[in-house]
Every structure is written in structure tokens, then in C-alpha cells.
């Protein structure tokens, strides 16, 4: 019954390597998100999808490349993967309601640590 | 620009005593905002919000957090903490809608210890 999930939830690799992080959520919303969320508990979007298509990109390294292959789904392809990628990983998703705010569901998070 | 300030990164009361996390925000149009806690090794849940209706916003978990123009801060309270309390809290403020998002901008959370 979980509303947003996140395979894996723990991430161990080595420098260079190239990784992916899969979401999912079940609730039917169109509007699905990445955010990064470093060592200090700071965080910060990363992308947004809107029924499978960017309309969010902020200042990140093109090695990061989302992928949404349904509005359920979207998937985090990491390449060559650096030290300072470390982080936990959250997706969200929330429905999209003209100028209104409707609550943004996280996932468990995934863990990336980068050896 | 929109931004949020949390006055404390670590945050210890006693069970039963009153809890107190500061925020503080900066918005140049009428702000929305919001407090998630995060528990650990949890994805984040909203508490509470505002989006300019009553000043007093109540929330889950005997949670309320007080919306002061004035000041321009939206401190969260509870009048009672409870061990389960524990975990991290974030303020958060709505940024400019844009393109049908509406982009969160975070604090840096406070982290709230509560001691038996």
C-alpha cells in the first residue's frame, strides 16, 4: 500500500560507476520529483516531471538524467559517479492544481554512498 | 526571493514539556508555508500548512505552528512533547508558481531530541 516507493533504499558503489534509482507512486498524481539531500539534512529539488515531461531543472551535473517512462514512474540515471554524489535521494509526487498547492508525497529515500 | 530560516539546528525538551522550533521567512508576496518532519531513515510527511486562511494553523500529531506577518515568522509549537517526536523538522516556504510547479523551498531543519 506504500504510496511512494523507491528501489533501492541503500546504494554502495565505487567512484566512475553509473547507477540508477527507480520510483514509483501509486496515488495517481501527475507531477513527480527528485530532491538531494546532502549530509547536513539540506535539501534541494533536482527535477520535476509533469505527466512525463521536464518542466523542472536545476543546477545539476548532466551525468544526472531522469527518465520518466509513465506518469507513475520516474527513474534516476547517475553516471560516473562522484564522492560528493553522496547523498539520500527522496522522489515525490503531488497533483498539479493550476496556481494551488496540493501536498507533495516522499518516498523512503535511497541512500547513495560513494566510495 | 523566497527563503526560510530555522533559528535552531538541534532542538532538546523534556518529555511532557512544551516544544518550540523558530522559523523565520522571507517572501516578497504573500507566502505559503509549511512544516515536514522527517523521521529517521523516513521519507517526509507534512504537518501543517498555511495558504493565507486562518493565522493559527493546526496539524497532525497535536502540532501547531502560528503564521506573524509582523514578525514574519511561522514557528511550529506543541504544547506537550511525546518520546515519538523525535526526528527532524523542516520549515518550508512555497517559491513562484511557474510552468504548473509549485517549487518548496527548505530550511536547514531543526533536529528535536526528546528526553525521557
Known amino acids: 500500500d506504500t504510496a511512494v516507493s523507491q528501489t533501492p533504499k541503500y546504494l554502495v558503489t565505487q567512484m566512475g560507476n553509473d547507477k540508477s534509482i527507480k520510483c514509483e507512486q501509486n496515488l495517481g498524481h501527475d507531477t513527480m520529483y527528485w530532491y538531494k539531500q546532502d549530509s547536513k539534512k539540506f535539501l534541494k529539488i533536482m527535477f520535476s516531471y509533469n505527466n512525463k515531461e521536464l518542466i523542472i531543472n536545476e543546477t545539476v551535473p548532466n551525468r544526472f538524467s531522469p527518465k520518466s517512462p509513465d506518469k507513475a514512474h520516474l527513474n534516476l540515471h547517475i553516471n560516473s559517479l562522484e564522492l560528493g554524489d553522496s547523498a539520500v535521494y527522496f522522489c515525490a509526487s503531488s497533483q498539479a492544481s493550476g496556481d494551488s498547492y496540493n501536498e507533495q508525497f516522499f518516498g523512503p529515500g535511497t541512500r547513495l554512498t560513494v566510495l | 526571493a523566497q527563503s526560510v530560516t530555522q533559528l535552531d539546528s538541534h532542538v532538546s525538551v523534556s518529555e511532557g514539556t512544551p516544544v518550540l522550533l523558530r522559523c523565520n521567512y522571507s517572501s516578497s508576496y504573500s507566502p505559503s508555508l509549511f512544516w515536514y518532519v522527517q523521521h529517521p531513515n523516513k521519507g517526509l510527511q507534512l504537518l501543517l500548512k498555511?495558504?493565507?486562511?486562518?493565522?493559527l494553523v493546526k496539524g497532525i500529531n497535536g502540532f501547531e505552528a502560528e503564521f506573524k506577518k509582523s514578525e514574519t515568522s511561522f514557528h511550529l509549537t506543541k504544547p506537550s512533547a511525546h518520546m515519538s517526536d523525535a526526528a527532524e523538522y523542516f520549515c518550508v516556504v512555497r517559491g513562484p508558481y511557474s510552468g504548473g510547479y509549485n517549487k518548496l523551498i527548505f530550511g536547514a531543519g531543526t533536529r528535536l531530541a526528546v528526553h525521557p
Open positions: 498555511y495558504t493565507s486562511a486562518a493565522t
